[in-house]
Every structure is written in structure tokens, then in C-alpha cells.
């Protein structure tokens, strides 16, 4: 007898710093199933999760895959297939890699909807997620602490209304840990033939390239794009010179802003959730050691100390140019020390600033005081005036209104870029 079985399959947590790359898995998973003529409905996703997630793999993505089965025994296999892959491949070794592995058949309902979003602002703990899996129906394997099941759950269940792509290509197990090998060339002329369609090729300060990892992972390199199409062309376009093992493309909600939760006045928001916060600068830029740059900013509900960090490089050049009463919208979120760290601004109203000079005399020298409350007096003609009261000199700008964001190596996988947003 015949069924319709569809079936989620969602992994997360196996990669470490060491190596590995759960992407990189669900691929072998994959090619595994094709084998047996299972093949997805869709790409395979990576979901990016909340960016302060204190045990995060290297980039906090999670993934899922849909299948389409006609017999128990398919389910079966797929099961059997996915969790051996997860106990060969991954980096059990590894202190924060604590693979999580869920299965669910049937439709993504809204309370798993839910879940996901909520996986992305917040953070949940391993009980919770379990909790759900099971209310839901959901199968669960957790390998050591299973931390991987709350992200896998939400691969599955996450409802995507932007979306990128993005190609990843896969290097030849030998080469695991040695310098990645690509003609630096092909990877401008990529960049100038895909650009904007593809993006965070090249760093923003122009001197390098962005798509390779400085990891020992499996992958060689990520170009990220709108569509399938354009970053499998752009990955036609890159030269490498050590042999590529294999490619695939991901369906991802990297550069969709999904993680930016909106209208939540600053008196509300909560440490490790991300804002877009409506606002103006209440005190000035200042340089902390480190290299940051902090400065405060006040929505008429509360006050929030936002800081450019180090890392974000030439981006502070920009944010030391803000003043006091600037408005602003700020992306970015909260860390658990309670400061906002931005990815991005948009400067709505440069405040006009000034400082308070002594008046001219009308022979055109500049008066002085003539003491306290006595007015001011011309050291040259000898002229006085009777009023204390000092003139505004407006000083110049040097930043208009317009949006400014981190270069790319600081751009946070959920975080769009700029260029996303003028489409
Ligand atoms: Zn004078």
C-alpha cells in the first residue's frame, strides 16, 4: 500500500571549532539518500539562529531538509541514514558540540511557526525545546546534551518570508586544514559580474575577499545571493585551484533581518534579543579602551549606552561622527551586559551643533568679556555692549543623512545588508 509521508528532517550542533560543518553533513546526508531515490522536495535550509546564543557553534545555523516518502520503510531508511551520518561525522570531541537530530511528519503547524520565531529572539533552554518536540509529535535524538534538537526543531518549522541563498562549496578532505586555494582574481570578476545580486564577496574596505572561512572546516567557500540561480553562476565563475569534493545550495534566512524585532519601546527590551530602535543620540560619541566607541541614545522611554566595538572597524569612524540629537533608527541588539551593539543605522536628522562664541564688534574683532554680567568689551576700539548673552557658531557636518552599516567581516549572518535593503 502506498502512502504520502512527508517528512522534516532537521540537524544542528555538530560542527565545532575544530572542524566539521553541520551544512557539510546534511550534504553527505543527502547524496546518501539520492542514492537510495530519496531525493528533497527543495533545497536544503540553514537557519540562522538568535546571534547572542552563549553555546553557539561557530555560526549558530541550524538545518533542515523535506522529504517526500511512499512507505514506513523509506522513513525508516531516512532515519537509519541521517542518524549513522551524525554518529560518524561529528566532533563529539568538541566541549560545545552537542548534536540534536528531529524528525516530524505531516504539515509545519503555527505554533511550530512560533517556536522558530521565538528561537531567533530568544533564547531556549534544551528542556523546553524537548517539551515541545514532544507536544508536537516530533522525533527527537540528543547526542550528549542534545543542546543541536533547539535549533533543528526550528529549521524545521521556520516560515520564511525573505530569504537568501547561498552556494557552498565543499573541499577535499586532505586539504582540511590547509590554505584554501582559490584564484583571487576570479573572485572580483564574480563580484563584478553577480554583484548586487550576490553580496559580502569582497570586504567593504575593497582589500580582500570575503567568501572563504578561516576555519579548518570543510567548507571552501560561501557566496551568498538572492536566488539559486545567481549564486550557482557566481560559483561557475570562482577558480579554484585545489580540486572542489562537491557543492550545494542552501535556501537561508541570512541577510533577512528576521532576527530584528520591531516597535518594542527601549524601556522593554530585553538582553540578547536584537531592535530596531526609533531614536536620538543623547550623549556624544566616546572611545572606551579597546578601541570601542560608545555613545547613548534615548527613545522618550529609556536611555541605552550602544557601542560600535573594535571589530567593527572602520564603521566607528562613522558612528564617532554622530552628535547629540541626531535621530537615528539603530539595528542591532543587546548583549548581556545591557549594551546595544549595532549593525547598522540609518541617520534620519543631522542635528544642527554649534558653539557659543563672544559677538564681533562692529569694527570685526571678536569682544571679550567685560566681567561678570557686564557685557562684552572690544579690546581694539574700546566699544561695549551691555548683553552676556553669547552667538551661535554653527559648526559643519561631516555625515549626511543616509544608511551606514559594519564592513562585511563584522556583518552578522542574520544582519541584511544595505544593499538588500534598496531592493
Ligand atoms: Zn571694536
Redo the contacts with the bound molecule.
Keep these: 500500500m502506498t502512502e504520502n509521508i512527508i517528512l522534516h528532517v532537521g540537524i544542528d550542533d555538530t560542527d565545532s571549532n575544530e572542524g566539521m560543518c553541520t551544512t557539510y553533513l546534511t550534504h553527505i546526508i543527502i547524496k546518501q539518500l539520492k542514492e537510495y531515490g530519496i531525493v528533497p522536495t527543495d533545497y536544503p535550509r540553514l537557519i540562522r539562529l538568535n546571534p547572542f546564543a552563549r553555546y553557539k557553534t561557530r555560526g549558530n545555523g541550524a538545518l533542515s531538509f523535506v522529504l517526500n516518502l511512499t512507505s514506513r520503510e523509506d522513513v525508516e531508511k531516512v532515519e537509519k541514514t541521517v542518524l549513522e551520518n551524525v554518529e560518524s561525522y561529528s566532533m563529539f570531541e568538541g566541549v560545545n558540540t552537542n548534536p540534536g537530530v528531529v524528525f516530524y511528519e505531516g504539515e509545519i503547524t503555527s505554533q511550530m511557526r512560533d517556536y522558530a520565531t521565538g528561537a531567533i529572539y530568544n533564547i531556549y533552554t534544551i528542556d523546553y525545546a524537548e517539551e515541545f518536540a514532544k507536544k508536537v509529535g516530533m522525533r527527537i535524538h540528543k547526542f550528549k546534551k542534545g543542546r543541536g534538537i533547539i535549533g533543528a526543531i526550528a529549521a524545521i518549522s521556520i516560515q520564511l518570508d525573505d530569504e537568501t541563498f547561498e552556494c557552498l562549496a565543499y573541499r577535499k578532505p586532505e586539504n582540511y586544514g590547509t590554505k584554501r586555494q582559490l584564484n583571487q582574481d576570479s573572485i572580483y570578476e564574480m563580484n563584478d559580474r553577480t554583484y548586487p545580486e550576490t553580496f559580502d564577496n569582497i570586504d567593504i574596505e575593497g582589500n580582500y575577499t570575503a567568501i572563504e572561512p578561516h576555519t579548518p572546516c570543510p567548507v571552501l567557500y560561501g557566496i551568498r545571493g538572492n536566488t539559486p540561480e545567481i549564486v550557482e553562476k557566481a560559483h561557475n565563475i570562482v577558480e579554484s585551484y585545489e580540486e572542489i569534493e562537491d557543492y550545494c545550495i542552501f535556501r537561508t534566512n541570512q541577510h533577512t533581518d528576521m532576527h530584528i524585532q520591531e516597535n518594542v519601546p527601549i524601556k522593554d527590551m530585553k538582553d540578547t534579543s536584537c531592535y530596531r530602535i526609533q531614536c536620538k543620540v543623547t550623549e556624544n560619541p566616546h572611545d572606551i579602551e579597546g578601541g570601542h566607541v560608545f555613545f547613548k541614545v534615548s527613545d522618550g522611554t529609556g536611555i541605552i549606552e550602544c557601542a560600535a566595538f573594535e571589530p567593527t572597524k572602520t564603521f566607528r569612524n562613522t558612528v564617532r561622527k554622530l552628535r547629540k540629537n541626531d535621530e537615528i533608527i539603530l539595528y542591532g541588539g543587546l548583549n548581556d551586559n545591557h549594551t546595544f551593539n549595532i549593525e547598522k543605522f540609518e541617520l534620519l536628522n543631522v542635528a544642527p551643533q554649534h558653539k557659543l562664541l563672544n559677538p564681533l564688534?562692529?569694527?570685526g574683532?571678536r569682544m571679550k568679556s567685560a566681567g561678570k554680567n557686564k557685557g562684552f568689551k572690544?579690546p581694539?576700539?574700546g566699544?561695549k555692549i551691555r548683553t552676556s548673552e553669547k552667538v551661535k557658531q554653527f559648526l559643519p557636518r561631516d555625515i549626511k543623512e543616509g544608511f551606514y552599516e559594519v564592513p562585511t567581516e563584522a556583518r552578522r549572518h542574520l544582519s541584511k545588508p544595505i544593499v538588500r535593503m534598496k531592493q
Design positions: 564688534c562692529e569694527c574683532k572690544c581694539k576700539c566699544n
